[in-house]
């Protein structure tokens, strides 16, 4: 993994987020890599109840200041970035005032989904690639946590397909049994097709639940990890019968040394 490079795309992160299957993994991998000489970057939402302050964010205004088009509207993307003390890894954060500044991830204090969840997640995912772009590191793989990451795979492979940086990039998704109630907006597949996202593409999205939102990243990603011991039959089977190249569940003891071969042997 010497000197290989690998962009984390996630929904959480710890130290800046609690502790969960999402986050843990998207602070244990990264470290691993970068303790074995691989080249990472990291990228999550800042939400409103990252405290900046103690986690020390501050803005890069050479990489803020560009408007993102979601479903007709231009809204101004803020780039903040911050590091996780002790292990030399810089964290961007995806910012936006009307899409993370609630004090909040992905719900109000009753539990109820935040109704443009749709339009964060799409958001996220296109200043995410504007932001790599921009920083002119070009990742062989991309690996994405977490389902308010899980637009990125479908963007890559569809609105910025033409884009030459990402010609040799590989996508990997972990998927996880951390599920939601509900289903987004039911208006979700219109406004991917108002980027022109394929119709075959995005034709999961007609019920953005979140298996649904899961397998249509499986369909956009070249190998899969699953993450969590107690994923769904239904996932799991997708998973199994999808022909991409996947890593069963691995106890975190083993963990370090599959995930290495994984990468090594299957991600190609």
Known sequence: MNDKRILYVSSEVVPYLAENEVSLHSYE?????????GQIRIFMPRYGNINERRHQLHEVIRLSGMN????????????KVASIPKERIQVY????????????????????LYP????????????????????NWVPDIIHVHGWMASLLPVYLKHYYKDE?????????????????????????????AFDNLPKEAISKYKEPGFTNLMKATIDHSDAIIMASNDLSADLTKYIETSKKPFLPFTPKETFK??????????VQ
């Open 116 to 135: 443009d969840n749709d339009e964060r997640a799409i958001f996220f995912a296109k200043g995410v690639v504007e932001t790599v772009k921009k920083l």
């Open 68 to 79: 993102l088009v979601v479903n007709d509207m231009d809204m101004p993307l803020i780039i």
């Open 164 to 192: 030459g940086i990402f010609e040799d990039t590989k996508i990997i998704t972990s998927i996880y049994a951390a599920d939601f109630e509900g289903t987004l907006d039911a208006e979700l597949i219109s406004k991917l």
């Open 257 to 266: 040394e599959t995930y290495l071969e994984f990468l090594k042997n299957k």
């Open 29 to 37: 991998l990264p470290k691993m890599i970068n303790e074995v000489g």
């Open 93 to 112: 954060f995806i910012d936006n005032d009307e899409y993370f500044k609630r004090k909040a991830t992905f719900s109000d204090e009753e539990g109820v």
